[in-house]
């Protein structure tokens, strides 16, 4: 392996253009974040680089890498995400909730929902409703150019695939709330027992928003294989849903 070489890469190099372009809004930190990468992974003779030892695949590496370098371009120029003391005040199902909402962008009502998931919240809906003023009004300074966390009422299903919908999240959508609290259960287990190339597949996909065509250069595969694949593994997702008699109807 030439470190130099996969550094002169244009697909490479797009790759960690788009990266950093995921990560901030603003053009000028997009800049920053794009040299501070190849500063870190030119470092010490391409020292990271030279640390992959084909335990993986090198396109799978290659993306752990590249993201944990933009987290620490995010540190250094922002500081660690700390979570707001009216929120810690709440307790851990409001960290929890400000997490998702903040930082991963999902909606309240999403949040509410993987908070009865992981058995964080007992009460209703309408209890958490009114115990969530102090998350709404906390600042959300994950970079300068946020400038509130997302109120309820809104679209409660990101689109995940800018290929098409995510059929998961549109099935979910269609549940009745006890219902969907099941499916995204069932969901997390499948995953979960999938094969790791597999579960980055789906992870890329439904939950990181990348197209099905960049996902499957990360690991690999053709455009056209990483679809068969997804078909495939939608198919595993389904039966499993069905076996615990969870329709869309």
Same mark, same amino acid.
Request: aromatic share 8%; glycine share 4%; hydrophobic share 40%.
């Given at each position: ?145 946020? #400038?509130?966390? @997302?109120? !309820?009422?809104? =679209?409660? +299903? ?5 290929? %098409? &919908? ?23 287990? #499948?995953?979960? @027992?999938? !094969?790791?190339? =597999?579960? +980055? ?5 439904? %939950? &990181? ?41």
């Amino acid at each position: 392996m030439d470190p130099a070489a996969i550094l002169a890469s244009s697909e490479i190099l797009e790759k960690i253009e788009a990266v950093c372009k995921r990560h901030f809004s603003a053009e000028n930190d997009r800049n920053e974040c794009y040299v501070f990468v190849l500063d870190s992974l030119k470092a010490e003779n391409f020292k990271r680089l030279r640390a992959f030892k084909g335990k993986s695949q090198l396109s799978t590496y290659l993306y752990s890498l590249v993201n944990s370098l933009v987290i620490d371009f995010r540190r250094k120029r922002y500081g660690r995400r700390r979570i707001p003391a009216a929120v810690l005040k709440l307790g851990p199902w409001a960290e929890a909730v400000y997490r998702l909402v903040c930082w991963q962008r999902f909606s309240f009502d999403d949040a509410y929902d993987f908070l009865q998931v992981d058995g964080q919240f007992e009460g209703s809906y309408e209890k958490f409703l009114q115990e969530i003023g102090p998350i709404e009004n906390a600042p959300c300074r994950e970079n300068p150019s946020f #400038t509130s966390i @997302e109120h !309820p009422g809104g =679209d409660p +299903l990101r689109q995940i695939d800018a290929d %098409g &919908s995510n059929p998961l999240e549109i099935l979910i959508k269609k549940l009745d709330r006890e219902r969907r609290i099941k499916a995204i259960r069932i969901v997390r287990e #499948t995953t979960n @027992e999938l !094969p790791q190339h =597999d579960q +980055l597949l789906v992870r890329l996909v439904f %939950g &990181s928003g990348h197209p099905v065509r960049a996902a499957a250069k990360v690991i690999d595969l053709s455009a056209s294989a990483a679809r068969r694949r997804l078909k495939r593994l939608l198919t595993i997702y389904k039966e499993n849903l069905l076996a615990a008699g969870i329709r869309d109807t």
